[in-house]
């Protein structure tokens, strides 16, 4: 009966976990073979001595070989989970982290009223916009992206997810439609450009535009303290993520300019990783 070419879910397994690298290398393999199977990882565990076809074979070996040379598995698979939402990614975008959920519960424990006008700058697949609209039905939620394929998958994932969050293409603030909002979230490029982590891991297959920015990782934080204002609801809040080692540059920018309530917040790992400021009541310095 077994043909000599035809292997087993077990066998594809096995040999695919030699060849990866790293903690994650049976995940790894058994979401890529669930993935090319239409069978569930629980299932090849319990039948492991189930054939997968030739052709199939094939087909995962490829896309073991892909993530031997290390592309990342949420490229390979084109969809990551994130706030237990189904989120299809590209690498037109960065992949979303779970990190990147800590910014989500802040944001949702922020004082905002119920139809807070909110918005994600450099939104990716939109992860962060939409994972607010899953939780915030009431608020009007905008998000923006520079690159036109991250807006394109941005909107894409909104309709799969039937969440409503207007996307605009946008550099920042730049071109957005006049406004301002109760909440401006973002989770910007803040990789120094120099930065020995670009050579590593799954960043190496990220796109840059979404990973870097400038010598010391903060040009757009910079941009985005300094236009926030112009943008904001008196006693509107800015939350932005950044780098472990950024946290008390990116207090002293929102002091600088004028922000109230400026503390810091910790990511799973117990980082300093994201920052978060008030922008001052009506009456105060630079308010309008
Ligand atoms: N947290 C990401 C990383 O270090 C970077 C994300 C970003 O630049 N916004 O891999």
Not at 1 to 9: A, G, Q
Not at 28 to 54: I, N
Not at 133 to 147: K, N, Q, Y
Not at 228 to 235: F, H, M, R, S
Request: one cysteine or more; a negative charge; charged letters at 25%.
């Amino acid at each position: 009966m077994t043909s000599k070419s035809s292997l087993t879910c077990g066998e594809l397994l096995d040999r695919a976990v030699s060849r990866i690298a790293g903690d994650t290398a049976r995940l790894d393999a058994e979401l890529l073979l669930a993935q090319v199977t239409g069978l569930s990882r629980s299932g090849f565990r319990a039948f492991p001595e189930r054939e997968v076809s030739a052709p199939l074979a094939t087909e995962f070996e490829d896309l073991v070989e892909k993530r031997v040379q290390g592309m990342p598995v949420a490229y390979l698979l084109g969809h990551q989970e994130f706030w237990s939402l189904p989120f299809k990614v590209s690498n037109s975008t960065l992949i979303p982290r779970p990190d990147t959920e800590c910014l989500v519960e802040q944001a949702l424990d922020l004082p905002l009223p119920d139809n807070a006008r909110v918005v994600d700058l450099g939104t990716g697949t939109g992860a962060i916009a939409l994972a607010l609209a899953s939780e915030r039905p009431g608020w009007v939620i905008s998000a923006c992206d520079l690159m036109d394929d991250a807006v394109a998958l941005a909107q894409a994932n909104a309709s799969q997810l039937e969440l409503q969050v207007d996307v605009f293409q946008s550099r920042w603030f730049a071109g957005l439609p006049a406004g301002r909002f109760d909440l401006i979230v973002s989770n910007p490029p803040y990789i120094a450009s120099g930065d020995h982590h670009l050579g590593e891991g799954d960043v190496r297959f990220e796109p840059a535009t979404a990973l870097v920015s400038g010598a010391d990782g903060l040009d757009d934080i910079r941009l985005i303290v300094s236009e926030a204002p112009d943008w904001l609801n008196a006693e509107g809040w800015l939350l932005l993520e950044h780098g472990f080692d950024q946290a008390d540059a990116v207090r002293g920018l929102l002091t600088t300019r004028g922000f109230a309530m400026v503390e810091s917040r910790k990511d799973y790992g117990g980082n300093d990783r994201m920052t978060l400021g008030q922008w001052p009541r009506k009456g105060a310095l630079h308010a309008q």
